[in-house]
């Protein structure tokens, strides 16, 4: 029989016959409610009771043939590995979940799956179960269909209550060569499926949170393939649309991902925030099209506080999608960077529309090829964003600018080489700023083309804490001089309310009587761990030419400045001889209340990966100096001494500094 919601009493039962959606299981045990089961996969038995961590069951049989009731958690020994389909059976209750979980200390209970099994762990019409803390794999080489975890639900009504939390899900490799766009998009780490047309069907009530999910293909996160689909623009389903509800995908770490990051269909409202992906698209076979977060045939999807970077195609290949069939997607406090599809796409097919969009408030960094691809949307509204591209690289506004859209309030700052740009004979802009190497600007009343005096365009790095430099400084033509908008979120992309005065342009709504950080380190003396030569150019302002520089001793040497008082310091600039590209070693950034940095060090820049220098082991990654410096932001750091560390580069032992600007307030 199916579970139905008719069908949510427990009793005591010796044994009965279950028939699933996907399969059957015959001679299953069910057991009382509020239980707690022990699995060990070394000493364990499946002829044990399972009751307690000295009578643990041994294996996943004895598991997937238990129909398990509310309040019941099925717990796992710590350091264990289990081989095949972790499929356990029933369903909890409202209040009352199924819950599973690790016991014991150690690395979490490894599930590596099976050559013949399509999923790792599958729940089917099954509702009110919290996994978490489990690790979860399927590393084969043959193709084969294949996913982490399989949702899948068929004619049973609404599937309530089902968590996901704090796992590891990586190397799902089903290994199959891509023929089309829609090759393997079943396959990944997280898969939600309703099939059947005779009871309409939907999830309620998902979360997906905490979970590290990396190496694998195709998509990382698919919510949800529904046959409840049908309405403008698609016919092919078994009924009406029908939007799963009440679905949070919060604070996971994605990485690798040949495909897709999270796609939100068949969704209603679902909330999709504080996630980050790093590196998607890898593995497109230069075929099948991909996006870092996207939505489609869903409405009113809120994307927010999320980060995407190292998108690797551009078969599509950005951060950010408001596709087909949806209506109301709404983009906010977002940062992408490096992607090279760009930043953001809004795509109707014909009759399947991407109607009324909004995005705002998002920050995109030195993503390339087009940053914007508007193609036939209805209605998108762009507004109080930043648009960055530093010098070196080549991109353009836009791909397609067909549809209909609104720009206003946006900062575009570009750096890189001069192109063309085609701004969209259908879309209006108001009060935006372009200001950099455009051949053209389009139409626009309030244009501003000067400089927006960002604190420090460019400096953000991985995170969105590192996102300051993009903040107005004093004088800013860009403060006050946006156009109000209404129903615009309440808040900058910092938390500021919104307006101060008269709306800002960007991202930042500069609060009344703020200041912004300036060079606190302007004309201050700079010292050595040995000697140097001509310190006065660390800090003279002047950055060019790359041959004008402060000389320091060979080998490990740091060079230290002192600003004079203790400044709240959120940014630090820095460029060393730039000239034939040399990379610096072991460059390491500390600031200090303390002159001889004996205690109260905080270290904003690591590139030391192998503690070379006994400062401790550093995860940022070694650069080529160029004319532009290198930017380093953070949170803000109370601190009076800046000292610089680095080991010679790969031309020579010797040590350079041209200019040290240190980004600060009193």
């Not at 084969?140 to 939390?165: E, N, P």
């Not at 049908?230 to 995908?249: D, M």
């Amino acid at each position: 029989m199916m579970f139905h919601k008719a069908s949510r009493g427990w009793s005591v039962l010796l044994s009965c016959a279950l028939v699933i959606a996907g399969g059957s299981v015959s001679a299953v045990k069910v057991h009382a409610q509020n239980t707690t089961y022990y699995i060990d996969a070394v000493g364990g038995s499946d002829g044990n009771s399972g009751l307690t961590q000295g009578s643990a069951w041994k294996t996943l049989a004895k598991v997937n043939a238990t129909v398990f009731g509310p309040g019941d958690r099925i717990l796992f020994k710590a350091g264990g590995v289990w081989s095949g389909e972790l499929w356990p059976k029933g369903s909890g209750a409202s209040g009352n979940p199924i819950a599973v979980d690790m016991y014991g200390s150690g690395s979490k209970p490894a599930f590596v799956g099976s050559q013949t099994s399509n999923q790792t762990l599958k729940l089917s019409n099954q509702e009110y179960w919290e996994i978490n803390n489990l690790d979860i794999s399927a590393n084969y080489g043959d193709s084969f269909t294949r996913r982490g975890i399989y949702v899948y639900a068929k004619d049973f009504g609404t599937v309530d209550h089902l968590y996901f939390r704090n796992l590891v899900i990586h190397d799902v490799w089903p290994n199959i060569p891509h023929t089309n766009n829609n090759t393997a998009k079943d396959t990944g780490g997280m898969f939600f499926q309703i099939e059947g047309g005779s009871t309409v069907t939907k999830f309620n009530d998902i979360r997906i949170e905490n979970n590290t999910i990396r190496d694998l293909d195709r998509e990382a996160i698919t919510l949800t393939w529904t046959s409840w689909s049908n309405r403008t623009g698609e016919t092919g389903g078994q009924g009406p649309w029908t939007g799963s509800t009440n679905v949070v995908v919060r604070n996971n770490f994605m990485s690798n991902i040949g495909g897709d990051g999270i796609v939100a269909q068949g969704l209603q409202s679902p909330l999709i925030e504080y996630n980050t992906i790093d590196g998607f698209g890898g593995r497109n076979y230069n075929v099948s099209y991909n996006a870092g977060m996207w939505a489609y045939s869903t409405d009113d999807a809120v994307f927010q506080y999320n980060e995407a970077y190292n998108g690797k195609t551009t078969k599509d290949g950005m951060a950010w999608d408001a596709d087909a069939r949806t209506n109301r997607t709404l983009f906010q406090y977002n940062y992408s960077h490096d992607n090279e599809g760009g930043a953001v796409l809004f795509i109707s097919y014909g009759t399947e529309y991407s109607r009324d969009a909004v995005f705002r408030y998002n920050i995109s960094q030195n993503d390339r090829n087009y940053l914007i691809t508007g193609t036939n949307p209805i209605n998108a509204n762009l507004y109080n964003n930043v648009f960055y591209v530093k010098s070196g690289i080549t991109a353009r506004m836009f791909n397609t600018n067909s549809g209909t859209a609104t720009f206003k309030n946006n900062i575009f700052s570009y750096m890189g080489n001069t192109t063309t740009n085609s701004w969209g004979g259908s879309y209006t802009y108001s009060n935006n700023t372009f200001h950099g190497n455009f051949s053209s600007t389009p139409n626009d009343a309030q244009k501003l083309t000067t400089d927006p005096k960002f604190v420090n365009p460019g400096s953000g790095g991985i995170g969105r804490d590192t996102l300051a430099g993009y903040q107005l400084q004093n004088g800013s033509p860009s403060i006050d001089s946006g156009t109000v908008i209404a129903n615009n979120g309440g808040r900058d992309f910092w938390g500021n309310p919104l307006y101060a005065g008269s709306p800002d342009r960007g991202v930042h709504e500069r609060p009344a009587g703020t200041v912004a950080p300036t060079n606190v380190a302007a004309g201050k003396t700079a010292t050595s761990s040995s000697y140097i030569n001509n310190p006065e150019r660390v800090t003279d302002g002047a950055t060019s030419p790359g041959t004008s520089y402060a000389g320091l001793d060979q080998g490990l040497q740091w060079t230290q400045i002192d600003l004079g008082a203790v400044y709240n310091v959120s940014a630090i600039n820095l460029w060393r001889y730039y000239d034939g590209g040399r990379t610096y070693r072991d460059s390491i950034v500390q600031l200090s209340n303390t002159a001889n940095f004996s205690s109260g060090v905080t270290t904003v820049f690591n590139n030391d990966g192998n503690n070379s220098a006994g400062l401790g082991a550093g995860a940022d990654a070694e650069y080529a100096e160029t004319a532009s410096g290198k930017s380093i932001g953070f949170s803000p750091v109370q601190a009076r001494y800046v000292r610089i560390w680095s080991n010679g580069s790969s031309t020579n032992a010797w040590n350079h500094l041209v200019e040290v600007q240190v980004m600060g307030t009193s």
